[in-house]
C-alpha cells in the first residue's frame, strides 16, 4: 500500500487529503476532507487529473495580434504540455465570437479550443 496527498482545490479551506492507495492503483482510503465533494474531487484528481487549459494564440488577418482562448472542458494534465505547443502553430482567423471554435479537437481529446473575446478583423 502507498500514500498520496493531494490538496483540495474545492473551497478556500484547502484541505490536505491523504489517500491510502493499493498496489493496483485502488483507493482504499481516504482522510483529512471535510465534506464529500473535497472526497469525490481528491479521488477523481488522483485518478485523472484534468485540467482546462487557458491560453493565447496569434491571429492572421486581424488588427488584434493575439487572441485569449481556452479548451471548451478540462483535458488530461499530462496532455498540458503537448496541447501548448500545438498552440504555437494555431493562427485564428477573425471574424470570431466569444465562443466560437478557434481548433476543434484538440490533440484527439474531443475537447475543442474555443475563443473568449470577439476577434475583429
Ligand atoms: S474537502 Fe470540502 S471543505 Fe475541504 S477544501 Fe475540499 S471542498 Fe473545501
Redesign the pocket.
Known amino acids: 500500500m502507498k500514500e498520496a496527498q493531494i490538496i483540495?482545490v474545492?473551497?478556500p479551506?484547502?484541505?490536505r487529503a491523504t489517500l491510502k492507495v493499493s498496489r493496483e492503483g485502488e483507493v482504499l482510503e481516504v482522510t483529512g476532507?471535510?465534506?464529500k465533494?473535497?472526497?469525490r474531487?481528491v479521488v477523481e484528481e488522483f485518478r485523472n487529473p484534468v485540467r482546462v487549459l487557458t491560453a493565447t494564440v496569434l491571429t492572421e488577418g486581424s488588427r488584434v495580434p493575439l487572441l485569449p482562448v481556452r479548451t471548451s472542458s478540462p483535458i488530461p494534465k499530462e496532455k498540458l504540455r503537448e496541447a501548448m505547443k500545438a498552440l504555437a502553430k494555431v493562427r485564428a482567423k477573425p471574424p470570431l465570437r466569444a465562443g466560437e471554435v478557434v481548433l476543434e479537437d484538440l490533440l484527439g481529446t474531443g475537447v475543442d479550443l474555443v475563443a473568449t473575446r470577439d476577434l475583429p478583423s
Open positions: 483540495c474545492g473551497c479551506l484547502g484541505c476532507c471535510r465534506c465533494e473535497g472526497r474531487y
